[in-house]
């Protein structure tokens, strides 16, 4: 399972070169070398599996910030595509999981804002934040 993440929420305009790199190599290359790596391990074994834990960010905007949801979609999302494709005559699977708010440290600034939890609360089926130990 490759579930590894960072976001940063700004305005796009307002990325440095630098946090661009950061998001970036966080949220996408991070996944690409795990994958890298594991793909010989998998195809010596006969079969794998490889699970991307993605965002729906990575499906629809949610106003979380583009380059976050730009990682996810347009990187994240695709290479799990590319390699289901390319791996399956090994054996190996590739899929991606795209879940909305899960109550992490890294979301616990957001969702303290009743506005934010209010908003995110009323567009989830559920009626509430997705918990870790789910």
């Known amino acids: ?3 590894v993440g960072t976001n940063d929420w700004k305005p ?3 990325y440095t070169s630098t946090e661009l790199s950061t998001l970036l190599s966080t949220n996408f290359e991070s996944a690409y070398h795990f994958s890298q790596l594991a793909y010989p391990l998998l195809k010596a074994s006969g079969h794998g599996s490889i699970v991307f834990v993605s965002s729906v960010a990575g499906v629809f905007s949610i106003n979380v910030g583009s380059i976050y949801g730009s990682t996810k979609a347009g990187a994240m999302n695709q290479l ?11 054996n190996i699977r590739t899929n991606c999981v795209a879940p909305w708010f899960v109550r992490t440290p890294l979301t616990e600034q957001v969702l303290s804002s009743s506005k934010f939890m209010e908003a995110v609360v009323s567009r989830t ?3 509430r934040v997705g918990e870790p130990e789910e």
Do not use: F, H, Q, V
């Not at 799990?80 to 090994?90: F, P, Y």
């Open 12 to 14: 796009t305009a307002k």
């Open 125 to 127: 089926p559920l009626g």
């Open 1 to 3: 399972i490759n579930n």
């Open 80 to 90: 799990t595509k590319e390699l289901a494709c390319e791996w399956a005559k090994d």
